[in-house]
T-cell receptor, first 115, second 116 residues
Framework: AQKVTQAQTEISVVEKEDVTLDCVYETRDTTYYLFWYKQPPSGELVFLIRRNSFDEQNEISGRYSWNFQKSTSSFNFTITASQVVDSAVYFCALSEAEYGNKLVFGAGTILRVKS | GAGVSQSPRYKVTKRGQDVALRCDPISGHVSLYWYRQALGQGPEFLTYFNYEAQQDKSGLPNDRFSAERPEGSISTLTIQRTEQRDSAMYRC??????????????FGPGTRLTVL
């Protein structure tokens, strides 16, 4: 069964600190995709990244980086030198090829960055 | 437009009324998805379409909920005889393909449904 766990309900940091958001997933499929979405206070859901199960390379995009480890079923998200504008709810999600790409979301992590 | 659009953005209705929520996906996107998001939670899958074919409706809560995408573009989610527990944000998303490359889903702004 598909399941995504984001154990951190809420994280507060001070601007310029680095912060890592954890995501652990469960799947029995060998072909699957992992995603991160950002939901700022305005409410929209913004796509950040997609990773497929065959590509364990870490990825960096500006201040954002993602660490995908199949051995621990984790897909963690790090923000370097956080900024107030990073304050949002961050969702990790999983889709399995067998189930036609429907997304299963974690409960989300609220990130508060204080100036 | 460039993104997914949904209408209305807000809908207030009385218990027992029917409502229709509309989604206009990104042009050229094959797949269209409906999710429901309660306050403080992640979105939950309702149903999805590839072109006009409804591929999976396993997430629809009961038979009061239905969806269609007759011409493979715009989709309508209909809730009949609304109940207070139907109050939530209803989100639509589209993706270029259903699986494989370019399967990332882009979400619309959502329709906030309030049932009194």
């Amino acid at each position: 069964a598909q399941k995504v766990t984001q154990a951190q309900t809420e994280i507060s940091v001070v601007e310029k600190e680095d912060v890592t958001l954890d995501c652990v997933y469960e799947t029995r499929d060998t072909t699957y995709y992992l995603f991160w979405y950002k939901q700022p206070p305005s409410g929209e859901l913004v796509f950040l990244i997609r990773r497929n199960s065959f590509d364990e390379q870490n990825e960096i995009s500006g201040r954002y980086s993602w660490n995908f480890q199949k051995s621990t079923s984790s897909f963690n998200f790090t923000i370097t030198a956080s900024q107030v504008v990073d304050s949002a709810v961050y969702f990790c999600a999983l889709s399995e090829a067998e189930y036609g790409n429907k997304l299963v979301f974690g409960a989300g992590t609220i990130l508060r960055v204080k100036s | 437009g460039a993104g997914v659009s949904q209408s209305p953005r807000y809908k207030v209705t009385k218990r027992g009324q029917d409502v229709a929520l509309r989604c206009d996906p990104i042009s050229g996107h094959v797949s269209l998805y409906w999710y429901r998001q309660a306050l403080g939670q992640g979105p939950e899958f309702l149903t999805y379409f590839n072109y006009e074919a409804q591929q999976d409706k396993s997430g629809l809560p009961n038979d009061r909920f239905s969806a269609e995408r007759p011409e493979g573009s715009i989709s309508t989610l209909t809730i009949q005889r609304t109940e207070q527990r139907d109050s939530a944000m209803y989100r639509c998303a589209s993706s270029y393909t259903g699986t494989g490359v370019k399967n990332e889903q882009f979400f619309g702004p959502g329709t906030r449904l309030t049932v009194l």
